[in-house]
């Protein structure tokens, strides 16, 4: 099936560093989906990608689509104490019955330290 | 306007038990999904109501089970739990039109299986 493998699973930096996550997969996709997720609480909506090439940015975060459709980036600028969480990226699967579903990646671990 | 509400936040059950969890989804979103996150499995759908008639179901077994009402506020049913249930649950919810793809979540419930 449709999978999505995101990387790194983990990352540990200093507060002020900037920080790359990414997304690929063997499928096409035609929107991707960036999502936040703090402790004991459900997904965020970050950034929404909607076109091959599309660069989207929201305040210190930017994301991109890629060209192949087959990937995506988020990056962080000047990470802060509160970008602590796991970063999710989640795309819809194609194909008609698929409404509704998105397909989530494993997830990025983000730890900052002071 | 309101976000998605779920509720109970919390639940507690034993095996064999039966559990209803609620979802009240933004005003004027009419699709609601479902989905289960573990540790393991990460984020997986469960299925998706839109006018009370469920449109796509994912890979679970018919234990999991659910509806939705004429407000589009959805309930999922989980009889005969298992230790393996312990899980968030979460509902998002989206307009539901053609080719949006949009989904907003709760804070999810967490269910324990004693």
């Known amino acids: 099936g449709q999978q999505l493998n995101q990387s790194p699973q983990s990352m540990f930096i200093q507060e002020g560093e900037d920080v790359s996550m990414n997304c690929t997969s063997s499928s096409i996709f035609n929107t991707w989906l960036w999502y936040k997720q703090d402790p004991g609480e459900g997904p965020v909506l970050l950034i929404a990608l909607y076109k091959a090439g599309e660069l989207t940015s929201n305040g210190r975060l930017t994301a991109q689509f890629g060209t192949t459709r087959k990937d995506s980036f988020l990056n962080i600028s000047a990470s802060i104490p509160s970008d602590v969480g796991i970063y999710f990226c989640a795309a819809p699967p194609a194909g008609s019955g698929n409404t509704g579903k998105l397909i989530f990646g494993q997830g990025t671990t983000l730890q900052v330290k002071p | 306007k309101a976000g998605v509400t779920q509720t109970p936040r919390y639940l507690i059950k034993t095996r064999g038990q039966q559990v209803t969890l609620s979802c009240s989804p933004i005003s004027g979103h009419r699709s609601v999904s479902w989905y289960q996150q573990t540790p393991g499995q990460g984020l997986q759908f469960l299925f998706e109501y839109f006018s009370e008639t469920q449109r796509n179901k994912g890979n679970f077994p018919g234990r999991f089970s659910g509806r939705q009402f004429s407000n589009s506020r959805s309930e999922m049913n989980v009889s005969t739990l298992e230790l393996g249930d312990s899980a968030l649950y979460l509902c998002?919810?989206?307009?539901?039109?053609?080719?949006?793809?949009?989904?907003?979540f709760g804070a999810g419930t967490r269910l324990s299986v004693l």
């Open positions: 998002a919810s989206s307009l539901g039109s053609s080719g949006e793809n949009i989904q907003y």
